[in-house]
């Protein structure tokens, strides 16, 4: 269970290191609530959210809970049941034969062992780890809970009698890491352990950033640390898993909104920007606004 609990850590890892990797914008977005209409009788809502397990984010406010009791079915960006949660598992780890040991030089490997210790990680299971997914975890803030906001929305949704859908499959979403070649996805692990004694305040930030609602501030964070991480990992990340991404959780959700009364929810980084959600979503002929 703690190995299927990390590999979900893994997959919601995308806003915290995609932070230092997105396509800047000058629009003015405020808010991570946005009423959606067009499509339906009911609008649908879109919550930007932060992969934290942090109990100032977990705790909803009033107006997003209202909204999401009211809705009648709920899409994140994965179906997170048990099977998923386990091929994501799976899909984090190294083929047979080959260890993380073997792929870096032995002063990277003992820094990212020592490191993935505090996130409760022994150094068995860090020998099977990809690259890209032991930078995916130093990339994410230590688990107090281990439910993150978007897994307490989908156990909340289910519990509910939601209909629960996921914008991705657990394929798609790995295999927006999988096409990075194997040195690009060990400078990506390089950076990120380079970086990791300045996440904790990176993060205190970003919940600071989210908790005003300010997605232009939680833009100018990722400027700041897009600066020092490796322009060709900067460039692969932007077009596999922020373009590419955000184009098909916009086809994805379309059923969702001609239906009406859906409550979905994202990454907050994926809606800012010319090639966010929200432009996209007008882009298409939607009328999109802030609620909260």
């Not at 405020?30 to 977990?58: C, N």
Request: hydrophobic letters at 45%.
């Amino acid at each position: 269970m703690k190995q299927i609990r990390a590999a979900y850590r893994v997959l919601a890892w995308v806003l915290i290191y995609g932070l230092c990797y997105h396509i800047a914008w000058a629009a003015d977005e405020q808010g991570i609530l946005w009423r959606i209409e067009g499509a339906a009788a009911q609008p649908s809502y879109l919550l930007g959210t932060i992969h934290s397990d942090d109990a100032r984010v977990t705790t909803l406010p009033v107006t997003i809970s209202k909204t999401f009791q009211q809705a009648d079915s709920f899409s994140g960006e994965i179906d997170m049941d048990l099977p998923n949660l386990m091929q994501a598992s799976q899909a984090t780890l190294l083929p047979e034969g080959e260890s993380l040991q073997q792929l870096l030089d032995s002063t990277l490997y003992q820094q990212t062992v020592r490191l993935l210790a505090a996130y409760g990680m022994p150094e068995l299971v860090v020998q099977r780890m990809k690259p890209w997914a032991a930078a995916a975890t130093l990339s994410l803030p230590r688990p107090q809970t281990g439910l993150f906001l978007d897994m307490l929305l989908y156990t909340q949704a289910a519990a509910q009698g939601k209909r629960v859908y996921g914008l991705e499959t657990v394929s798609e979403q790995v295999g927006a890491m999988e096409t990075m070649p194997r040195d690009v996805q060990i400078t990506m692990l390089r950076d990120a352990v380079a970086q990791h004694d300045q996440l904790d305040q990176i993060i205190e930030a970003l919940i600071n950033a989210y908790l005003q609602r300010d997605l232009n501030a939680l833009e100018s964070i990722s400027d700041e640390a897009m600066q020092q991480g490796d322009e060709r990992v900067a460039q692969l990340f932007t077009s596999e898993v922020v373009v590419n991404r955000n184009r098909r959780m916009l086809e994805r959700m379309q059923p969702r909104l001609r239906e009406g009364n859906a409550f979905i929810a994202v990454g907050a980084l994926h809606l800012p920007g010319k090639e966010g959600l929200l432009n996209l979503l007008r882009n298409k002929g939607y009328r999109v606004s802030p609620v909260y």
